[in-house]
């Protein structure tokens, strides 16, 4: 699924507050970081992001900007917005805490296996299965991302809840990109991931060597148990490799979207104090 940020950056306050300032940056980051496809660098980003957000959420001028909206509609779709980002999140991190608990249950299998497929070959199918049912999941909530994604397009007047959706939209569009990651859903991942299956049967140190060009951990491993007779002894060491591998990156990832869920929840309460008073 490809992924593109719709900021209209000149929407945003002309005489603005420096933590809008703050806010145009990371904005710009986040377009520069999704370009280069770092999912890491855009989590990290729309930390920064929601940082700044909850600052202007905490000015007066902001406050009391929103509590005047004359249209309190588009305020309330803000409220929305937030509880809509958080329910994206939690299904992100729902989705990377079922992935790293079936590459565990993987890797102990390999570190148990002595002589007998039986358990390996069972623990594999285990992990297809789960992989099989992470895409479900998140093939589902991609088709109401993107409807959320249109809610985002509409035309605002107001400057604050004109700023405010287009964080919306960006925070949107990150997660877009990275369910498609867990999702391995991206072309070229497809096309390297068969053409890893034929270096497993080759030597250990030659296709270990050239996977390290291999970007997506989740492709690689999904690629490495598409065909089950490729799984011989002398693969078991790059597939451990991935393997951890994998697991670290799902290790990272939980740990942004954890801090950044923090961030979010704050900024959901600050806007839910405003609209209250």
């Given at each position: 699924?490809?992924?593109?940020?719709?900021?209209?950056?000149?929407?945003?306050?002309?005489?603005?507050?420096?933590?809008?300032?703050?806010?145009?940056?990371?904005?710009?980051?986040?377009?520069?970081?999704?370009a280069a496809s770092n999912i890491g660098h855009i989590i990290n980003g729309l930390q920064d992001l929601h940082d700044c957000v909850d600052k202007i959420l905490q000015l007066p001028l902001t406050q009391q900007a929103l509590s005047q909206v004359s249209n309190r509609k588009l305020v309330d779709e803000l409220v929305n917005g937030s509880l809509r980002i958080l329910d994206i999140c939690s299904i992100a991190q729902n989705a990377?805490?079922?992935?790293?608990?079936?590459?565990?249950?993987?890797?102990?299998?390999?570190?148990?296996?002595?002589?007998?497929?039986?358990?390996?070959?069972?623990?594999?199918?285990?992990?297809?299965?789960?992989?099989?049912?992470?895409?479900?999941?998140?093939?589902?909530?991609?088709?109401?991302?993107?409807?959320?994604?249109?809610?985002?397009?509409?035309?605002?007047?107001?400057?604050?809840?004109?700023?405010?959706?287009?964080?919306?939209?960006?925070?949107?569009?990150?997660?877009?990109?990275?369910?498609?990651?867990?999702?391995?859903?991206?072309?070229?991942?497809?096309?390297?991931?068969?053409?890893?299956?034929?270096?497993?049967?080759?030597?250990?140190?030659?296709?270990?060597?050239?996977?390290?060009?291999?970007?997506?951990?989740?492709?690689?491993?999904?690629?490495?148990?598409?065909?089950?007779?490729?799984?011989?002894?002398?693969?078991?060491?790059?597939?451990?490799?991935?393997?951890?591998?994998?697991?670290?990156?799902?290790?990272?990832?939980?740990?942004?979207?954890?801090?950044?869920?923090?961030?979010?929840?704050?900024?959901?309460?600050?806007?839910?104090?405003?609209?209250?008073?």
């Amino acid at each position: 699924m490809a992924a593109s940020f719709h900021v209209r950056s000149n929407s945003l306050p002309t005489k603005s507050h420096p933590f809008t300032s703050e806010v145009e940056e990371t904005l710009s980051r986040l377009r520069s970081s999704q370009a280069a496809s770092n999912i890491g660098h855009i989590i990290n980003g729309l930390q920064d992001l929601h940082d700044c957000v909850d600052k202007i959420l905490q000015l007066p001028l902001t406050q009391q900007a929103l509590s005047q909206v004359s249209n309190r509609k588009l305020v309330d779709e803000l409220v929305n917005g937030s509880l809509r980002i958080l329910d994206i999140c939690s299904i992100a991190q729902n989705a990377l805490l079922q992935s790293k608990q079936s590459v565990q249950g993987l890797q102990s299998a390999l570190r148990r296996r002595k002589g007998d497929e039986t358990e390996l070959t069972s623990e594999i199918k285990k992990y297809l299965a789960s992989r099989k049912a992470v895409k479900k999941t998140i093939h589902k909530a991609s088709g109401n991302l993107e409807g959320m994604e249109n809610k985002c397009l509409s035309p605002l007047n107001e400057k604050h809840v004109s700023m405010l959706k287009e964080v919306e939209e960006v925070t949107f569009t990150a997660f877009e990109s990275l369910l498609s990651l867990v999702a391995d859903r991206s072309t070229g991942s497809m096309l390297s991931g068969f053409s890893l299956v034929s270096k497993l049967i080759r030597p250990k140190r030659i296709a270990c060597q050239e996977d390290k060009n291999d970007i997506n951990e989740f492709g690689k491993v999904d690629a490495a148990l598409i065909d089950l007779k490729t799984i011989k002894s002398y693969n078991i060491f790059c597939l451990q490799n991935q393997l951890k591998e994998l697991e670290s990156s799902i290790q990272y990832l939980e740990e942004g979207l954890e801090s950044l869920s923090r961030r979010l929840i704050k900024s959901r309460v600050s806007l839910l104090n405003i609209l209250s008073n």
